[in-house]
């Protein structure tokens, strides 16, 4: 069974910095690309940021490519979101997620997801 199990958020005021984590279990982590997404209130999930199983990453909105940074260490089968120079704008759950089948293409659907973790980012 898989769990993918975020931690690392929290209140943060704008201008600071969080790091998620989101800790794997039941899948052979090193050949899967992982993702991040977040989805703010009464809005629809949206892309953040992925890191593919060749540890390429990738990041969503351009709002994020200069401040955020995913990682992943395979030894301990985790996945980062390092996250600087917060705003208000970056309110929201984060969740992350596993595609669906190993060695997968960027453009491959996300099928496993974790629970997710709040950020909240006060002005």
């Known amino acids: 069974q898989v769990q993918l199990v975020e931690s690392g958020g929290g209140l943060v005021q704008a201008g600071g910095s969080l790091r998620l984590t989101c800790a794997a279990s039941?899948?052979?982590?090193?050949?899967?690309?992982m993702g991040w997404f977040r989805q703010a209130p009464a809005k629809e999930r949206k892309f953040v940021a992925a890191?593919?199983?060749?540890?390429?990453?990738?990041y969503g909105p351009d709002s994020v490519k200069v401040r955020f940074t995913m990682s992943r260490d395979n030894a301990k089968n985790t996945v980062y979101l390092q996250m600087n120079s917060l705003t208000p704008a970056d309110t929201a759950v984060y969740y992350c997620?596993?595609?669906?089948?190993?060695?997968?293409?960027?453009?491959?659907?996300?099928?496993?997801w974790g629970q997710g973790t709040q950020v909240a980012v006060s002005s």
């Open positions: 039941g899948l052979f982590f090193r050949q899967y690309s």
């Open positions: 997620a596993a595609q669906g089948r190993p060695n997968g293409l960027e453009s491959e659907p996300y099928a496993m």
């Open positions: 890191i593919s199983w060749t540890g390429s990453s990738t």
